[in-house]
Each structure stands twice: as C-alpha cells, then as structure tokens.
C-alpha cells in the first residue's frame, strides 16, 4: 500500500512570511494527524481529524496554525504568519481507526526553516 | 514535569549487544503504549505496541510495561548497525480520540 505523501520536504522561510503542507494519507484511513517535530524533542500533536471533522486541536496555536481537511481525504496546515520558533518538521500521519491501539503511519515530514 | 520521560542519550553500543531503551510517565491513565522507531530524515514507524502490562516479542525486539512503576522499556537483542536511529515512547490513554503522547526519544548508535 502507498505511504502518508506530504510535500513539499523542505521550506525555507523568513519570519512574518506564510507557508502551506500538504498531506494525502493512505487510503482508507479516517484518522489524520498533524505534528510538530522540533529539534530534538519528540512529536506533538497539533491537530487531529476524523473524516472532515476535528477531534482535538487543543495544542494549535489557532492565532497562527490553521488547518482543513476537505472531502475527508487529503489535508493543509497553514502558518501565517510564521515565527523563528516554528522552525521544525511537520509530520502528517494517519490511522484506520482514531484510538487503543489503531497505529499510526507518518509521512517523512516537511522541514521547515524560518528565518 | 513532563508527562513522558526519556533519555536522549545518545546511547553507543557494538555490534551484537543487547539494548535497553526506557521510558517514565506520570499519567496511570495510559494503557497503550507504543515504541516507534525513526530514522533521520525519515517519519516515525511503529516497532510494538502493547495493551496495559506485560512483556511482547516479536523477533530481536521485546517490550515491557510496568505499569504500577509506570515505566515501560524496549530490549533489542543482537543489535545491528541498521538499528542506529532514534527510538520514541509513545502512549494514549483511552479507546477513543485520546493523543498519542511522545518521549522525546532516545538516539541509538551501533557500532560494527
């Protein structure tokens, strides 16, 4: 089966600037997950959907972060606009089912530079 | 405090070694509790998962959960140079909708 797809793989951006990535996960899967890797650290969940509705986004900077999931499929998280310390990678991942033990599958993430 | 302790390391072993990788938490909420391996520049894949406590094995790998210590800790035997990666904790408390929380994870390095 196909993998998470996310793109870009990598952004350099300045400080102020907005930016945009893309997840398409794996088919099937209701459950999407956005997370922020930054260095060092391990992942931490932003925002998690199932199908095109939202489960916790408690941890999103919603000032700033936003994201959608149309149609139930594919999905964008948005910056704007962007500060040093969201420099990180961004890890999409998803899941057939949306707790226990339902194992998620994470994409290779976009790393984002904010300068 | 965090809720998910673990050591960075980096942890430095030879070939052939048996490695111990742990992790703390505070919440006895958790029931599930997962070890995900990373390699750089890669996402997350899932090594083992296990439900509540009790010992898994599944090849060179063996989790254990402790819960009344509240610590959990992967063992892998026979260690290779392709086991050089970083190794994350994670756990959830519930059934439904409840975040997979993570360690910060623990570098491992095996030298041939």
């Known amino acids: 089966e196909a993998g998470v797809a996310q793109s870009p793989r990598y952004k350099i951006i300045e400080k102020r600037q907005s930016v945009a990535f893309w997840c398409n996960p794996i088919?099937?899967?209701?459950?999407l997950y956005w997370y922020q890797q930054i260095l060092g650290q391990g992942p931490k969940l932003l925002i998690q959907f199932q199908n095109n509705g939202v489960v916790d986004d408690s941890q999103l900077p919603k000032d700033r972060f936003s994201a959608e999931r149309l149609k139930g499929v594919d999905s964008t998280l948005k910056i704007q606009p962007a500060k040093l310390e969201d420099s990180a990678v961004y890890l999409c991942?998803?899941?057939f089912g949306q707790g226990g033990n339902s194992p998620l599958h994470f994409g290779n993430g976009t790393r984002l530079t904010v300068t | 405090q965090k809720e998910v302790e673990q050591d960075p390391g980096p942890l430095s072993v030879p070939e052939g070694a048996i490695v111990s990788l742990n992790c703390t938490y505070s919440?006895?909420?958790?029931?599930?509790f997962m070890w995900y391996r990373q390699y750089s520049r890669k996402g997350p894949e899932l090594l083992m998962y296990?439900?509540?406590?009790g010992n898994k094995e599944d090849g060179r790998f063996t989790a254990q959960v402790d819960k009344s210590s509240k610590y959990i800790s992967l063992f892998i035997r026979d260690s290779q140079p392709s086991d050089s990666a970083t190794y994350l904790c994670?756990?959830?408390?519930?059934?439904?909708?409840?975040?997979?929380?993570f360690g910060a994870g623990t570098i491992l390095r095996v030298k041939s």
């Open positions: 296990t439900y509540s406590s």
């Open positions: 919440n006895s909420a958790f029931q599930y």
């Open positions: 088919s099937g899967h209701a459950t």
């Open positions: 991942a998803s899941s």
């Open positions: 994670a756990m959830r408390k519930g059934e439904y909708g409840n975040k997979l929380v």
